[in-house]
């Protein structure tokens, strides 16, 4: 049984990885508090002929269960550090890069044209169809138009907020061909739920055939009257 989509990412084990850990130590955590919290109810209720005693408490016990949830914590926090490091601290080089501009309630992604360059006239824009090379890494800046938002690819276990005025960027290197949903995991206004797009991974040469077909249909805007 997969409680998650597929990980087609190469950082999706990881942060699966991180998933479970957690959810196995908070879950036996929760188990075990609840089944004391029944017992304690069940063995200490009030009976009839029977006085309630006053007790101080145990220090003993009280350490224990004050230093075993931190250090879990900080074991936790440290494991998870080196993820989000992995993830979040640095880009591989790379030479695949792709600007997303989120506005409400749309995906505008855009690819360098011929000149290499982007924000210029000959830039690659497609709206909510997204392509990628499979096994190379790719550089994404967000950006928004408007409102904040959340660029999501589940099965990328890929989620970062798009916010005004900001290029945010985060990387990517897909392991598997195929089609995946974009969603916007940022309430965004009325529409929100409407803001989805596809991302497709592509072999690389397939890719890089479909990227020359996008370059050939880029309509070049009229220069400005002298």
């Known amino acids: 049984m997969h409680w998650l989509p597929e990980g087609v990412s190469t950082y999706s084990p990881s942060i699966d990885t991180m998933f479970y850990v957690i959810l196995a130590v908070t879950g036996v955590a929760f188990i075990v508090t609840e089944a004391l919290l029944f017992y304690f109810a069940l063995r200490y209720r009030a009976r009839q002929g029977v006085r309630a005693t006053y007790t101080h408490g145990n220090s003993r016990l009280e350490m224990i269960w004050t230093i075993v949830p931190a250090v879990m914590l900080v074991l936790l926090g440290l494991s998870s550090r080196r993820v989000w490091g992995d993830i979040k601290g640095r880009i591989p080089p790379t030479d695949q890069e792709v600007v997303i501009v989120a506005s409400q309630f749309d995906w505008e992604i855009h690819y360098k044209g011929a000149d290499g360059q982007f924000d210029t006239p000959d830039d690659v824009v497609i709206h909510n169809d997204m392509s990628l090379p499979v ?4 550089k994404i800046r967000l950006r928004s138009k408007d409102v904040i938002h ?3 690819v589940p099965a990328f276990r890929l989620k970062q907020d798009a916010v005004p005025g900001l290029t945010i960027d985060v990387w990517v290197e897909a392991t598997k061909t195929g089609t995946y ?3 916007c995991a940022e ?3 009325f529409g929100h739920g409407t803001m989805r797009g596809q991302l497709t991974v592509l072999e690389p040469d397939e890719f890089q055939k479909w990227l020359k077909e996008q370059e050939a249909n880029v309509v070049p805007a009229e220069a400005p009257p002298a």
């Open 135 to 138: 096994n190379k890494p790719v």
């Open 150 to 152: 959340s660029f999501f």
């Open 181 to 183: 949903e974009i969603a």
């Open 187 to 189: 309430l965004c206004g």
